[in-house]
Structure formats: C-alpha cells, structure tokens
C-alpha cells in the first residue's frame, strides 16, 4: 500500500512538473511576442509621427489631428506595454497581473501605472478611430470640420481616458494580498513558491466589484461594442455615399473610391482585435473559460491593435505612403512638405476651393 501511494506521489509530482513546464512556456512565449509586437509597433508609429508632421498636405490639416492622435497614442501603447508585459490571472473576483516587462526591476507600483496606462491609451485609440470613420462620413456630406473642432473633439475623448487613468491609479491592491489569493485560488502553479518563480512581480485589484474597478472595467470591455457598431454604421453609410452614381467628383477621385473602400474595409477590421480580446477576459473573469492561454493572450491581442494601425495610415495615405518609399528608394524626400500627393491626384486640379479640397481628401484616404 505504501508503494502505491508512493507511486502516486510521483505521478502527481510529474504532472504537476509538466503543467508548469508548459506554463513557463507560455510565458516565455509571451515576452517574445510582446517585443516582436510592441517594439516594431513602436518605430512604425515614429516613422508616421515624422510623416505627419513633415508630409501632411495642407487640404488634410484637420484630418492630420486625428492622425497625429492616432500614431502618438499608439506609440505611447507599444512603448507601455513592452515595459508592463502582463499576464493576468484570473482569481475569482480579484483582477491580478503579473508583470515579466523591464517595469518589474522598477517596482510593482510602476507596473500598476504601466498597465493602467496602457489601459487608457488602448481606449483613447477607439475613441479616436469612432471619429476618423465619422470624419469620413462628414467630409463625403460635403461637411469637413475644422482643425479647432477636431481638436475639441480629441480634448473631449481624451477627457474620458483620462479620468478612467486617475480614478483606476487610486484602486491598487496589496501585492502581498493578492498574492495569497492567487495562491489560494490556483494552487497547481505554485506562484508562493520562490524557487519556482523566484520574486514574482504582481499588482491588480481585489474586488472587481468595488466601484473604481467596476467601472474601469465597464469602461474598457463594453464600449468596445457600440464603438463598433458605430464604425460599422458609418462605413455602410459611407459606402452608399460613395456608390452614389451622382455623385458629383472628377475622373481621378472616382477612380480612388476603391482604393477608399479597402482602407475603410481594412481599418473597421482593426478594432476586432479589442472585440475579441475583451470577450477572452469577460468569459474568464467570470469562469467560463480558463487556462495560461486566456491569460497570456489577452493583451497580446490588443497590442496587434496599435502597431497595424500605422502601416494601414501610411499604406492608404497617398502622401505619407509616396514619401516613405521616395525615402527608401532614393534616401531623401522624407521630410520634405508634399502639397499634393503625386500618384493619386490630378495635377490639373489645383483650384483650393470646397468641392476640390472634398475630391482631394477622398483621394488621399
């Protein structure tokens, strides 16, 4: 009998062993791919901020708001979320994430800011994106909106972000507290062990119900929905625009309305990533799924978001697409301001009224 318990042990203890081995794994996997995602991701958003600062046509002025938006706030994002690298662990109503980025060698509050602030600066992004395919929608009603506009409408998205970064700084955990929770809560991994995981780095929140977190949450899954919704809704709508037999454009910007629809088409793909990745971390959260998958792949996924965004931005936009490849065939014409992008626009139109500044937006997004 003793034997067989003995035996037992042993089978327990290699199970346990291969469990952790392919927990350690995937983690491992996880760091690796946050570089490959987050590092590159970051240098595209550079080369775009370059682009729009030295390439922007002066007809695309106020869309270059959003823009800029987009490509500052998406390298804030890759350069974040390469130092946090989080995985969370999903502890009953305990929202627990443990840091294995550059942050760890500072401390675990820095973490905490990290991932908070890559919280915010993931949703910003969504909010902006809302008001890109908007714009789009305004400008084919033959309505742009002003530089100053845009601006109110950016200061009014970044007023929500800002606030959800405040109040979710304020609601931080004891990390010795949550320790003892995940311990508690997943005793297969071991995470008390120290000659297992060494000094593990982790930080989070204790209840997911208490009402900082609550609403952080909601804040950062739900809306993904309508936001959505909503870009879907002005695709559609400015599909029908653009399907429009009267509608009342020149040769050239007829014939850059399926080039217009790709990019639509594209970038109403982009935000499935936050989509999906927010139903991932619902599903676990409340225990409908489980497993170092769910954990690791979760902002993993809305990282893909900030670093596709910019080569979408610069493969579209006929300006900042011209002269990043004139700069790296020739080694020069980076930087030098391009009033109107020479592969999409009729050289022959050059009167900066209202119908001819609507033709020319069209032609470069």
Known sequence: MSLLNSSEDLDLNSNITDHLEYV???DKMTEFLSAVICL???FYNAILILLILKRTP???????VYLLNFAFFDFATCIIS?????KVIFSGFSLIYIFYGPCK???????????????HTLAHSQWILLGSFFYRYSVIRGQTPTIKRLFRNSAAFYSMSFCFLIFYLFDIGDSAELLKIMGNLHPEYHYDDTSIWKNLVLSGNISMFSPITFISIMYMTFPCVPIYCAILYYRHNTLIVLNNPHL???PVAKGSHQKLIQALTVQAIIPIFWLVASGIYTMAQFGFISGPIPENITFRLMDCIPMVTPLVTIWFIAPYRDGLLKFLHTGSGMFVPNTIGTSIVDQTTTTVDTANNKQYILTQL
């Open 58 to 64: 002066p007809q695309m002025k106020s869309y270059a």
């Open 24 to 26: 350690m794994t995937l």
């Open 105 to 119: 060698y500072v401390s675990s509050w820095f973490c905490y800011f990290c991932h908070c602030f890559e919280c």
């Open 248 to 250: 009342n454009l020149s």
């Open 40 to 42: 590159p991701g970051a």
């Open 82 to 86: 390469f130092f946090s690298c989080q």
